[in-house]
């Protein structure tokens, strides 16, 4: 069905929010064919990673998807809502918005059937109660009815956006050392770190958010008799480029189009990532990851971070790596080298990095990777899911 949609997105974590509400816009302009509506409050935000998108643009269009920039005041005339209307992460659509939704089911025939399907796209997670919750719906007094998507890891979940034809342009990306080292050299690697990248040295990509203890693994890392090459976007780990020498070699790199940073996972040998868009991403990149979970109060997100392990078919090391890197301390001292946290995420690096624990954990990866892609991905189980409920009227 060529569904007309309307997807709000308000930037909140500056790129994973417009990360996964840009992949899931175009995935359903370009998979079920639906027409596309994105509204987002932060283009500056969303032109870090789609460098095309014009930030002071109120309309434009772009990959075959309509983008109006969500401002206090809705745009006039109002755009008459779609048939699926998709809030992710209960960002809640403007009143102005819900009003002519409202409208639509209090038309002639007073049905609130004639009203959008309504979607609160939720974060992911891999706790057990997500596949209870998953397209459940809520009543409001207005009588709207709105549905809860959670995107997950099981089949009784709305699965993890990737598009088709994505294993095949990864492999063989991963296949060519040259093609790879062609593609850092366009990010403006210097001759040094692409000559480093030739000779087969450890690539390890770094996306965290500000608690990691950076300084740590950069310590422990400049001390191994092996030598390692750490790719960081601009912005991420200030100060890090100081811990560089030994046998850890830094470079920089710019934040790109999202298809540039799958293709910089694909580099890589261990991704260490945030959020939700770039560990659903490095999980596709088929190679071993950590991923660092959005720190909450109370260690909330080390409940989150045990359900992904459970799922995660790595060794334990790899699984003591994830604990160490997530449970750094509020005070940066406490992860500093020669610090009991950073002596502890030493000693999961090195255990981790060692054989045959890393062989076994490059496998799992690859397993994954192959298994998480078995079955229709989220924007497919979404367009399947909102089609039938469009039947049911």
Known sequence: MSLRADLFCRVVDNYGDIGVCWRLA??????????????VDDLR????????????????????????????????PLPVPGDVVIEAFACDPPAEFVDAMR????????????????????????????????????????GLVKYFFFPGFTAATGGLLREPGLTAERDALQASREAQNDFLRGLGLDQAALAAHRQGVRVLSLFCYPRAPTDALAHTLRR????????VPEGVAPGLDEQAGGALRIARVPF???????????????????????FVRAAWA????????????????????????????????????ARAWN?????????????????????ALEAALAEPAWSAWQAAAHAWDAQQATGPDLADKLAIFCAEKLKTR
């Open 26 to 39: 175009r995935r359903l302009a370009q998979g079920p064919g639906w027409r596309m509506r994105l509204w």
């Open 45 to 76: 935000a969303f032109a870090r990673i789609q460098p095309s998108i014009d930030p002071t643009a109120a309309r434009q269009r772009h990959t075959g998807v309509e983008i109006i920039h969500w401002q206090e005041n809705a745009p006039s």
């Open 103 to 142: 409208a639509q089911a209090a038309g002639p025939s007073h049905d609130a059937s004639a009203s959008p399907v309504w979607i609160n796209l939720e974060y992911l997670s891999a706790e057990d109660w997500v596949a209870r919750f998953h397209t459940l719906s809520s009543q409001r007094p207005d």
């Open 224 to 231: 191994r008799s092996d030598s390692t090459l750490i790719l």
């Open 256 to 278: 790109v189009a999202q298809p540039d940073f799958d293709r910089l996972l694909w580099c890589a040998d261990l991704n260490f990532v945030r959020g939700e868009d770039s």
């Open 286 to 321: 088929a190679r071993p990851l950590v991923w660092h979970i959005y720190p909450q109060d109370g260690s909330a997100h080390l409940e989150k971070l045990e359900a992904w392990l459970a799922h995660y078919p790595a060794p334990d090391t790899a699984r003591t790596l």
């Open 327 to 347: 449970c750094a301390p509020r005070n940066p001292d406490a992860t500093a080298p020669g610090s009991p946290q950073a002596h502890r995420l030493g000693q």
